[in-house]
């Protein structure tokens, strides 16, 4: 058996573990396994500027495969620059393995240089976390963290390294795991055959069903899944923020996005519904609005892979637990199988009531108001130039919202952006993320002037290592969200909101050897996105200057039911 | 409503931490908790006793189990079950009146004095913890002088157990 070091053990096991980019950063308590790094071509490392872009470049990499993606951080500040990120692959439930140098076991506890407890303060924030005790268990850590990050309902796993565990001088026998085996980890992997035909049985008697589906879908491979058993039912079907593109954005049957700023058709339909099929959603607080008030006259079914996800806010009527491809399955089987089909009859008049709510409002923005170009007509652009087949990572704002509503995904794992944590910074490392990972597809970072300054330094990774995405800055001068809020519920006072010296973008990323396009007038834009999305190997940022003073609607009116939103600033249901 | 609440868990290094950071990170209320390993070295028996509605103890018990060096969940509350909590008390005593009442009243709750100076009994006591609660109240608080009380252990009636 061969014989290595534990940080030549590290890298190995990442190779084994069939890992191509690790994102990282490194630092005195990684400088043995950046040196076992360095000797060899198999993994290769890319150096970001800021810890947290290698987190958002692991989460994203995650995101569009599903497999979970590796950062590499040092102890002290390199660790807790990386908690944001990891917060927020905890919150989306994103397969991530973030390996976090340490001080020397002998040290730990007394105050060590750059000696941070990232076990401790990663704690509430992970799926689980290990920290190595001896160099020998390295190997079987790393395949946990792995499987533990991948199976039932994925999450980051931290893994910390005390320097000393890593010594190249001491080495020992290395054998990576094919499988690891562990009493009190047990995913689920089917769900209960008598609950789903009690979910049948209520979903060919609905009179008014909505199918309602989130993140789940997605991470689960559940997408083809979903489509067929809608397909064959004939429902309306909503996506959560984080379920976009688990079912076609074009098709006749989806109603678009739920929720704070859903569509007004889907909205509504959740409201008036006799039955709700969740399916990996977890009813969140900017889908429900007002828990009290949530749907009162449907009955629900909930399948979620995470036990604690179903009657967590919101009861079920038949919970589910399993995983989305295998319980959808067996449920398109079952309804196949049933002597019994949806009522026509009531299904033409609910979809007659769904097409008058989407004829009334479906999608509706004014831009005879304002000589300035309209953040939604820039998505409506982006969606065209791109055929609506772009990867598409979002910052966190009102740019995040257009893009969900506005650009429509037809296919899954190609909407990326942080929808739990709601982090801003995000959107320019994921699509490096993605973007290194398939080199051959169109990736697109939508973005504001404020989010994107805040990860802005990955300029200089995207030139080292040549990763030529595009970048949509959605320009409003302001923080454009914030500001919303403040217009509603502030009376128009604009505390810090405002972005006084924003710097000049094209020459910002002239001077990282970046070309930059600065869009002004609606009549440039789409010659101008076209000439950016032809420059195949070149990283183009898009300054694009839209009107500050839009707002995203619907909005939820707040504490309401679901239908209680408001359609622009003057009308409300 | 109280719910005494075991848990089988890897008896690992931040296993704990993780159990009582579950707790304060959700928002659950912790009434009193113990741990201490089993006969079987790798697992940690822990319990804790909690308040809340159907909604919370359902949600304790699945974010729970969810933790990873979590082996088992069971809310004893919901069968027949045993709890136990050991509460040593020491209180002055330092003339004849107060010490045969504390005495008496350690006899009639079948309590031991385990320790005596001239001036003070410490008295062992085990029960429920609404019997400890109902000894203090029986003795008064004007004579205590310190308090120590384990936490509640549980454990099923009959045939019922908590094992891998």
Known sequence: MELLSGAEMVVRALRDEGVKYIYGYPGGALLHIYDAIFTQEEVEHVLVRHEQAATHMADAYARATGKAGVALVTSGPGATNAVTGIATAYMDSIPMVVITGQVMSHLIGEDAFQETDMIGVSRPIVKHSFSVQRPEEIPEIIKKAFHIAESGRPGPVVVDIPKDMTTPTERYEYEYPKSVKMRSYNPISKGHTGQIKKAVDMLLAAKRPVIYTGGGVIMGNASQELTALAQELGYPVTNTLMGLGGYPGTDKQFIGMLGMHGSYEANMAMHHSDMILAVGARFDDRVTNGTDKFCPTAKIVHIDIDPASISKTIKADVPIVGPAQAVLKEMLEQVQAAKKAPCADSMKLWWEQIEEWR?????????????????????????????????????????????????????????????GLGTMGFGLPAAMGVKMNFPEEEVVCVTGEGSIQMNIQELSTISQYDIPVKVICLNNQSLGMVRQWQDMNYESRHSQSYMKSLPDFMKLVESYGHVGIKVERYEDLEGAMREAFAMKDRMVFMDIAVDPFEHVYPMQVPRGSMRDMWLSKTERT | MRHIISVLMENEPGALSRVVGLFSQRNFNIESLTVAPTEDETLSRLTVTTIGDDRVVEQITKQLNKLIDVVKVVDLTEGDHLERELMMIKMKANNGTVRAEIKRTADIFRGTIIDVTPNTFTVQLVGSSSKLDAFIEALGTSNIMEVVRSGVSGIARGEKVLTL
């Open chain 1, 359 to 419: 004829a009334r409002h479906g999608g509706r923005y004014k831009t005879d108001d304002s000589e300035l170009m309209k953040p939604q007509q820039v998505i409506e652009m982006l969606s065209k130039v791109t055929n609506g087949d772009a990867y598409v990572c979002s910052d966190v704002g009102q740019h995040q919202m257009f893009a969900a509503q506005y650009y429509k995904f037809n296919k899954p794992n190609r909407w990326i952006n942080s929808g």
